[in-house]
């Protein structure tokens, strides 16, 4: 049986950065060095006053204390230095951090902290002022009287997640006191690095230690890059397994799926891995396989598979990451939480992954500790419906959008902060705009969703995702551009949105660019789906590459009519009569109002003589004028 993990009470301290989102907006780079600079110097006082940080994600910091009075004295000595510093910027790129300390009892595993302890520090960091110290009242009772500090009471707090009212105090310098210094055994004690490093720091050190030694048998068959389906990547490669719903409810298995995405999204916004699509990946649902089928069928290293438990108040994950080249178990843990911890472990589980390839790629390691905090949501009510809201539109049809919009709407309710719901009501009014279920004035409504999520979180890529597909749709090209490449470097990985850009950079002159991101889509989405060769089909006509794009279009097992009209145009401009006739006849057959002025005209290229090229092949292939 697994150890149970170690239960203490303990002083935490738990600290954000202000308006990080705006800083980064602002200036992205030098927010980040900012934010870094900041934290780095707050770690160096929490180990000057004998306290250990046990984790650095982005914008915010949580740090352990044994005693009240070592974590108030370094909230107000950094608080006061940080004060200093920003006084020297001459721009508007200032890390204001407010902290909060609560004592708790918290969870030990694995050298994390977590816990009421650790949540009850984060409310009561969100209480204080930009600059600012708060605390609880029993941080107060266990501070002594000889120190000099003024607590200001701030009366009970009802916190969210807390069922009895918490007493708060604002903590601040006396006027011409100094900090009281770190004591000599407290400062004297050996300096901590935070989790992160510490995890890939000991995780490199035990990789390369055990992989010269070599004590163990593979678990699993090892994968054979010779046998591999495609060629495997220049960096870390991992394909993130369905997991199982072991809940006994079959309607429960949205939320394992829900829980599923979740890790590939995050783990898809690193640019130094490569992550397989959802939709390759999701295609082992429910069916027997190995690592090693997986890995040589999709091309990659590691596999990551997992299940959810959950019950009415308590959601149970175990994870399991496989090396499938040498078949050896990489890591392996199990989460038993509350249900309103989910997100935790999400987070957790990204990290841990993270933190494990980065053995490879050390790069990796500095991307998660440098990373800004996604801002999602606490509302798990909110977070399933947005879940069940993302799925209901799959079928493609009026009813499934309504649907699908009663859903996300209810997710806006339950959560007005949380910023994916809006970033997908905003990509299906889109959706429904271009397969004419909505007129196109609907797309001043996708434009305000979309600048929505945005506004609550700037790193939805979903949002820039749904604002470049509108803005496409209206002819603004330099909008939509700016979007879509907002979109990708915010999640590189992110598979369809990729390919869609192919059809942007198709219609704004850069085809050759628009074939790179559509092959590299199908490469992160090995098991693409079928529009996916409709639009190299475009980018490779408007390239001038007639016979690439009679061969994806060809091989369309769902063509319709918009990607036929390609078709016949390439096979025109290839000389290749009968076929061009014989497409156009099946088109006019199926929509016999279809002409150039329809069809043609209307496409949105930026400039006319690619839209010339397009009607150019149509008008040879004999679509009427």
């Given at each position: 049986m697994a150890e149970q993990p170690?239960?203490?009470?303990?002083?935490?301290?738990?600290?954000?950065?202000?308006?990080?989102?705006?800083?980064?907006?602002?200036?992205?780079?030098?927010?980040?060095?900012?934010?870094?600079?900041?934290?780095?110097?707050?770690?160096?006082?929490?180990?000057?006053?004998?306290?250990?940080?046990?984790?650095?994600?982005?914008?915010?910091?949580?740090?352990?204390?044994?005693?009240?009075?070592?974590a108030v004295c370094a909230a107000i000595a950094f608080q006061q230095g940080n004060t200093a510093h920003n006084k020297t910027l001459d721009d508007n790129i200032i890390p204001e951090i407010r902290i909060g300390i609560s004592l708790?009892?918290?969870?030990?595993?694995?050298?994390?902290?977590?816990?009421?302890?650790?949540?009850?520090?984060q409310r009561v960091e969100q209480l204080a002022e930009p600059g600012g110290v708060c605390s609880t009242e029993a941080v107060r009772e266990a501070t002594p009287d000889r120190l000099p500090?003024?607590?200001?009471?701030?009366?009970?707090?009802?916190?969210?997640?807390f069922e009895k009212s918490v007493r708060v105090y604002a903590v601040r310098l006396q006027p011409d006191a100094e900090v009281p210094p770190p004591e000599p055994q407290q400062a004297?004690?050996?300096?901590?690095?935070?989790?992160?490093?510490?995890?890939?720091?000991?995780?490199?050190?035990?990789?390369?230690?055990?992989?010269?030694?070599?004590?163990?048998?593979?678990q699993e068959e090892p994968a054979a890059i010779e046998k591999m389906a495609l060629p495997l990547p220049d960096k870390p490669s991992i394909a993130v397994l369905p997991f199982d719903n072991l809940s006994g409810d079959s309607k429960q298995d949205y939320f394992a799926e829900g829980v599923t995405e979740s890790v590939i999204t995050e783990l898809s916004r690193f640019r130094n891995l490569f992550v397989?699509?959802?939709?390759?990946?999701?295609?082992?649902?429910?069916?027997?396989?190995?690592?090693?089928?997986?890995?040589?069928?999709?091309?990659?290293?590691?596999?990551?598979?997992?299940?959810?438990?959950?019950?009415?108040?308590?959601v149970r994950v175990n994870v399991q990451l496989v090396d499938a080249l040498t078949g050896r178990h990489l890591w392996g843990e199990r989460y038993d939480k509350e249900l309103n911890d989910l997100f935790l472990v999400q987070d957790e589980v990204t990290g841990q992954i993270v933190a494990t390839l980065a053995a490879e790629d050390g790069r990796l390691a500095k991307a998660w500790q440098e990373r800004t905090a996604r801002k999602g949501t606490e509302s798990l009510s909110a977070?399933?419906?947005?879940?069940?809201?993302?799925?209901?539109?799959?079928?493609?049809?009026?009813?499934?959008?309504?649907?699908?919009?009663?859903?996300?709407?209810?997710?806006?309710?339950?959560?007005?902060?949380?910023?994916?719901?809006?970033a997908n009501l905003a990509l299906i009014t889109v959706y429904q705009v271009y397969s004419e279920f909505l007129p196109e004035e609907s797309l001043e409504r996708a434009i305000e969703l979309a600048e929505e999520a945005i506004a609550r979180d700037d790193?939805?890529?979903?949002?820039?995702?749904?604002?470049?597909?509108?803005?496409?749709?209206?002819?603004?090209?330099?909008?939509?551009?700016?979007?879509?490449?907002?979109?990708?470097?915010?999640?590189?990985?992110?598979?369809?949105?990729?390919?869609?850009?192919?059809?942007?950079?198709?219609?704004?002159?850069?085809?050759?660019?628009?074939?790179?991101?559509?092959?590299?889509?199908?490469?992160?989405?090995?098991?693409?789906?079928?529009?996916?060769?409709?639009?190299?089909?475009?980018?490779?006509?408007?390239?001038?590459?007639?016979?690439?794009?009679?061969?994806?279009?060809?091989?369309?097992?769902?063509?319709?009519?918009?990607?036929?009209?390609?078709?016949?145009?390439?096979?025109?401009?290839?000389?290749?009569?009968?076929?061009?006739?014989?497409?156009?006849?099946?088109?006019?057959?199926?929509?016999?109002?279809?002409?150039?002025?329809?069809?043609?005209?209307?496409?949105?290229?930026?400039?006319?003589?690619?839209?010339?090229h397009y009607i150019d092949g149509l008008r040879k292939a004999g679509l009427p004028e």
């Amino acid at each position: 049986m697994a150890e149970q993990p170690a239960r203490k009470l303990a002083v935490i301290l738990h600290a954000d950065v202000v308006g990080s989102t705006v800083l980064v907006q602002r200036d992205e780079r030098r927010a980040h060095e900012r934010i870094t600079s900041a934290f780095q110097r707050f770690s160096q006082t929490i180990q000057e006053y004998g306290g250990q940080v046990h984790e650095i994600r982005g914008d915010a910091l949580v740090a352990e204390f044994s005693r009240a009075s070592d974590a108030v004295c370094a909230a107000i000595a950094f608080q006061q230095g940080n004060t200093a510093h920003n006084k020297t910027l001459d721009d508007n790129i200032i890390p204001e951090i407010r902290i909060g300390i609560s004592l708790g009892e918290v969870i030990m595993a694995d050298n994390t902290v977590t816990g009421a302890g650790v949540v009850l520090a984060q409310r009561v960091e969100q209480l204080a002022e930009p600059g600012g110290v708060c605390s609880t009242e029993a941080v107060r009772e266990a501070t002594p009287d000889r120190l000099p500090l003024d607590n200001e009471n701030l009366g009970k707090q009802e916190l969210k997640g807390f069922e009895k009212s918490v007493r708060v105090y604002a903590v601040r310098l006396q006027p011409d006191a100094e900090v009281p210094p770190p004591e000599p055994q407290q400062a004297t004690r050996r300096k901590q690095t935070p989790l992160v490093a510490v995890t890939v720091a000991s995780l490199v050190v035990v990789t390369i230690a055990l992989a010269w030694l070599k004590p163990w048998e593979a678990q699993e068959e090892p994968a054979a890059i010779e046998k591999m389906a495609l060629p495997l990547p220049d960096k870390p490669s991992i394909a993130v397994l369905p997991f199982d719903n072991l809940s006994g409810d079959s309607k429960q298995d949205y939320f394992a799926e829900g829980v599923t995405e979740s890790v590939i999204t995050e783990l898809s916004r690193f640019r130094n891995l490569f992550v397989i699509a959802r939709n390759s990946t999701f295609g082992y649902q429910d069916k027997p396989m190995t690592t090693k089928q997986v890995s040589e069928e999709l091309g990659v290293q590691y596999v990551l598979e997992g299940s959810v438990q959950r019950s009415t108040d308590r959601v149970r994950v175990n994870v399991q990451l496989v090396d499938a080249l040498t078949g050896r178990h990489l890591w392996g843990e199990r989460y038993d939480k509350e249900l309103n911890d989910l997100f935790l472990v999400q987070d957790e589980v990204t990290g841990q992954i993270v933190a494990t390839l980065a053995a490879e790629d050390g790069r990796l390691a500095k991307a998660w500790q440098e990373r800004t905090a996604r801002k999602g949501t606490e509302s798990l009510s909110a977070y399933e419906l947005a879940l069940r809201g993302g799925k209901a539109y799959g079928a493609w049809t009026k009813e499934a959008f309504a649907r699908a919009e009663e859903l996300l709407e209810k997710a806006i309710a339950a959560d007005p902060s949380y910023a994916r719901p809006y970033a997908n009501l905003a990509l299906i009014t889109v959706y429904q705009v271009y397969s004419e279920f909505l007129p196109e004035e609907s797309l001043e409504r996708a434009i305000e969703l979309a600048e929505e999520a945005i506004a609550r979180d700037d790193g939805e890529a979903w949002g820039h995702w749904a604002l470049g597909a509108a803005y496409l749709k209206l002819g603004s090209h330099d909008r939509a551009v700016a979007a879509y490449e907002r979109a990708l470097e915010l999640n590189p990985n992110d598979a369809d949105v990729l390919v869609e850009s192919a059809w942007l950079l198709a219609y704004v002159g850069r085809a050759e660019e628009g074939i790179e991101n559509a092959r590299r889509a199908m490469r992160l989405n090995p098991r693409y789906p079928d529009w996916y060769l409709w639009a190299l089909g475009v980018a490779s006509y408007d390239a001038q590459r007639y016979e690439e794009a009679v061969t994806a279009l060809e091989n369309r097992k769902n063509p319709n009519l918009k990607s036929n009209l390609y078709l016949a145009a390439a096979y025109a401009q290839l000389g290749r009569q009968n076929e061009a006739q014989a497409t156009v006849k099946k088109i006019l057959a199926d929509n016999p109002e279809s002409s150039i002025e329809r069809w043609g005209l209307t496409q949105p290229y930026q400039n006319e003589a690619a839209l010339n090229h397009y009607i150019d092949g149509l008008r040879k292939a004999g679509l009427p004028e």
